[in-house]
Each structure stands twice: as structure tokens, then as C-alpha cells.
T-cell receptor, first 115, second 112 residues
Framework: GAGVSQSPRYKVAKRGQDVALRCDPISGHVSLFWYQQALGQGPEFLTYFQNEAQLDKSGLPSDRFFAERPEGSVSTLKIQRTQQEDSAVYLC?????????????FGNGTRLTVT | AQSVSQHNHHVILSEAASLELGCNYSYGGTVNLFWYVQYPGQHLQLLLKYFSGDPLVKGIKGFEAEFIKSKFSFNLRKPSVQWSDTAEYFCAVNNAGNMLTFGGGTRLMVKP
């Protein structure tokens, strides 16, 4: 019954460290999205999964970013060799249907700070 | 690439004042339009959406938005705001691809 859950809520990483951000979507939701929200800006699309298939990764800013959803439920966004410009809130959203036919349900996000 | 502009970054109103938040987008084809709201300490949630049909769309909590195709606009309105409407509001556009393109957001503060 709960909404989209993201963990950790806050993550501080030293430059060069790898991080992994977790998203637990609403059970049964087909679509899962990752967005990046820099301070003072709107969310920007990173990647989209339909069940376990990553159908769109056009928004991933570099090959240091990798996302997976191996069983079509929980998803992990991994950032390798973090840089200061990676500091942002990472939002996960899920929806019942494919694409945007049904509303997106957002999690509270993970705030990543790279020092 | 499409873009979404929200020209008002910060808006301060007194309770009972009327609200209009501007949203313009750049894509010229068929679009789906959304307004999302983020109350303090909470997650983004859908306020209203337009896919087709009546260009005047009504959402939750007394909000409405009007799609004007010729102006590439989807402005959000509320006749009388309440203190509880204090939040950040995001306009977003989808053109049948996989992504939502969001505007930069408008922070609304309603003074009691």
C-alpha cells in the first residue's frame, strides 16, 4: 500500500567514490523512471524501464551512470567515480501503465552530495 | 529538443488572492501536458493533466489549467489561494516519447 520508496534519503560521497541508489516502486507498476533534479531546477529525465527492460537511457549524462531493474520491480541507479556535478536529488517514479498514460508516482528522492 | 519555460520563479500572494502561473513549451506537435506540485517535505504529485478534448482542465484542490495551442501555453490558475497551497509547482510536457520534460518550477508562498 505504500508509495514509491527510495533509499538512502541522503548520501554524501567523496569525489571518485561509487554510489548505489535504490528505488522500490509501487507493487505491480509496469513503468519506472529515474530523474535528476539539480538545485533550483526541475527534474531531468535519466532513464525509463518497462518491467525489466530498459527502453530508454537517453538521459544518462555519462557512461558513469548505470541503472538496472533485473526482476521488473526494484531498481538501482549506480554512479561510478562520482563528480561534484553529480550532486543533485535523484527521483524515482513509477506508473501502472506503459509510458505516461497513467500518473507518475514519485518517491521522496535521494539527495546526493559529492564533496 | 522540447523545452518548458516557467517564467515566474517565485510568487508571493496573500490568502484569497487569485493565482495564475505561466507555462510555455517549445514542441510544435501533439503534446500531453501536466502540472505537478511538491508540498514542503513531500514528494511530487500530480495536480492535473491534459491529453485531449476540453482545453480547460480541472484538477484537485480547485486548480485548473487552460491549454492554448496557438500560444503553446498551459497556464495554471486558482481563483482563491489558501495558505496550504504553499508549494513548488512544476509544469511538464510529454510528446509521446518516454520522458517528461519539466519546467524549472515556481515557488508559491501564500501569506496567511
Amino acid at each position: 500500500g505504500a508509495g514509491v520508496s527510495q533509499s538512502p534519503r541522503y548520501k554524501v560521497a567523496k569525489r571518485g567514490q561509487d554510489v548505489a541508489l535504490r528505488c522500490d516502486p509501487i507493487s505491480g507498476h509496469v513503468s519506472l523512471f529515474w530523474y535528476q533534479q539539480a538545485l533550483g531546477q526541475g527534474p531531468e529525465f535519466l532513464t525509463y524501464f518497462q518491467n525489466e527492460a530498459q527502453l530508454d537511457k537517453s538521459g544518462l549524462p555519462s557512461d558513469r551512470f548505470f541503472a538496472e531493474r533485473p526482476e521488473g520491480s526494484v531498481s538501482t541507479l549506480k554512479i561510478q567515480r562520482t563528480q561534484q556535478e553529480d550532486s543533485a536529488v535523484y527521483l524515482c517514479a513509477s506508473s501502472m501503465d506503459r509510458g505516461h498514460n497513467s500518473p507518475l508516482h514519485f518517491g521522496n528522492g535521494t539527495r546526493l552530495t559529492v564533496t | 529538443a522540447q523545452s518548458v519555460s516557467q517564467h515566474n520563479h517565485h510568487v508571493i500572494l496573500s490568502e484569497a488572492a487569485s493565482l495564475e502561473l505561466g507555462c510555455n513549451y517549445s514542441y510544435g506537435g501533439t503534446v500531453n501536458l501536466f502540472w505537478y506540485v511538491q508540498y514542503p517535505g513531500q514528494h511530487l504529485q500530480l495536480l492535473l493533466k491534459y491529453f485531449s478534448g476540453d482545453p480547460l482542465v480541472k484538477g484537485i484542490k480547485g486548480f485548473e489549467a487552460e491549454f492554448i495551442k496557438s500560444k503553446f501555453s498551459f497556464n495554471l490558475r486558482k481563483p482563491s489561494v489558501q495558505w496550504s497551497d504553499t508549494a513548488e509547482y512544476f509544469c511538464a510536457v510529454n510528446n509521446a516519447g518516454n520522458m517528461l520534460t519539466f519546467g524549472g518550477g515556481t515557488r508559491l508562498m501564500v501569506k496567511p
